[in-house]
């Protein structure tokens, strides 16, 4: 016989209630007070559940499950699961599952059900997740009960925002592509650029000196008037040839073939060197350059590499140094050399810090400063490539220190990565 879960007729005895006053009571039914019949329940929670028996029938079943399966709640009741479900594969799944529950006494969770049916010609599918618990009396299994959520639309919701994260992966990947490919173009257009600048300019260079050369023979009194107009000539064809360097340089780190020839040599010497070359150059700037330089500092470093470091950094502080003065220091333990570029001009903002050492990037404004934004990414990548470090300690309006770390002897990896 099968067991009865509960119904809506249980309603419980009456209770008798006391009446304030004279003593005497009355009847009041429990009704008032009874618990939720399992019925009323089923009727209202909005959670698929069932319940049923050994027999594989419905004892009870929530109207939400009745939606699911697309038959009145009343037509469930005490009929077998077969009837209800009908053939379709997911019912006979469901059965498949109820039974075992029955039989083994151990519940499946969030088990799911994938259910397909046609209207119109069109097949539709809805997603639900079940779990499946023993209902248990006196150590016994006396019925399983189902509970079912319907997650097509979650699902559904799912798919789309999947659906739309991959569109914007793909978004972004392509942008990547397009943005990389539009570097390797540019990288590719500033080696031949370079390369193709370098002969003209040497050109030039020659004709200049010639020219100059034949003046002073033939007129001495021309070749002296025409000497600061040689002077700025020299002067932008330098400036010129400086800036396809640095183009070639970019070339050169896009490939990793940055070239370091490494010997033994006094940076303290090439320091006071490269001051006095740029002394004309902060004269005209207005600045006051001081120089801090005790006896020789010897390492084994590129020379060339060493310059064009310190060439970046003294023009740098000539060009930004609002024609304060400019302090540049040096000093050394044995092991490292500490060089220190000081001035007391325009600063760096907080944005313009986390970007000053980029390619292409520029702290301050291109239409009144000039250049390309590469003279402190290529410092830095020569600085790393030798071993050491550069770092700045700036705030607007507050000048800016530029810290340069180079170790006295060299890092054999390094040179050999930076060479090939």
């Known amino acids: ?21 004279g003593g005497e009571g ?14 009323e329940l089923m009727s209202t929670v909005p959670l698929g559940m069932a319940i049923i028996d050994p027999e594989l029938r419905f004892v009870e079943v929530s109207e939400a499950m009745a939606a699911m399966n697309g038959v009145p709640r009343e037509a469930h009741l005490g009929r077998p699961m077969e009837e209800v479900l009908g053939a379709a594969p997911s019912g006979r799944d469901v059965i498949r599952r109820v039974r075992r529950v029955l039989e083994t006494g151990e519940p499946l969770e969030g088990v799911e059900i994938i259910h397909r049916e046609q209207g119109g010609g069109v097949e539709r599918s809805r997603v639900y997740r079940a779990s499946y618990h023993p209902v248990r009396r006196d150590g016994q299994v006396v019925a399983a ?26 978004v972004r990947e392509q942008a990547l592509r397009e943005t990389q490919e539009a570097v390797r173009a540019r990288d590719e257009f500033l080696s031949v650029a370079a390369h193709e600048l ?51 340089d ?10 370091l020839e490494p ?42 590499r060493v310059e064009q470091v310190l060439v970046n950094l003294l023009s740098n502080a000539a060009k930004y140094g609002a024609g304060r003065p400019v302090e540049v220091s040096l000093v050394g333990d044995g092991r490292t050399a500490v060089l220190a ?18 390619k292409f990037e520029r702290a301050v404004s291109e239409r009144h400063y000039g250049g390309l934004g590469l003279g402190l990414y290529i410092t830095r990548q020569i600085v790393e490539a030798m071993g050491g470090s550069i770092t700045v300690r700036s705030a607007q ?11 006295t002897q060299p890092q054999t990896a390094r040179l050999a990565q930076a060479s090939r």
């Open 341 to 358: 570029v000081k001035d007391h001009g325009i600063g760096i903002s907080e944005d313009g810090m986390a970007r000053l050492f980029g």
């Open 145 to 170: 009960c189902i509970y079912v959520e319907d997650m097509t639309e979650r699902r559904r919701v799912e798919a789309q925002r999947d659906a739309g994260a991959a569109r914007e992966r793909a």
């Open 263 to 304: 010997r033994e040599m006094d940076l303290a010497l090439l320091v006071r060197q490269m001051a006095e070359a740029f002394s004309e150059e902060f004269h005209r700037a207005g600045s006051e350059l001081s120089l801090h330089v005790d006896g020789p500092l010897m390492g084994t470093w590129d020379p060339l």
């Open 1 to 21: 016989m099968t067991p009865r879960l509960g119904s809506a007729q249980d309603t419980g005895p009456d209770v008798t209630t006391p009446a304030g006053g």
């Open 198 to 248: 370098r002969t003209p300019l040497t050109s030039l260079r020659l004709h200049l000196q010639l020219l100059q050369r034949q003046v002073n023979t033939s007129q001495p009194a021309l070749a002296e008037e025409l000497v600061p107009r040689a002077q700025v000539l020299e002067r932008q064809l330098s400036r010129l040839g400086n800036l396809v360097n640095t183009l070639l």
């Open 250 to 259: 970019v070339s050169r780190l896009a490939a990793g073939k940055l070239s």
């Open 26 to 39: 009355r009847q009041r039914p429990r009704e008032e007070a009874r618990p939720v019949a399992l019925a």
């Open 397 to 407: 309006g507050q000048g800016s220190t530029f810290i340069l770390r180079l170790p």
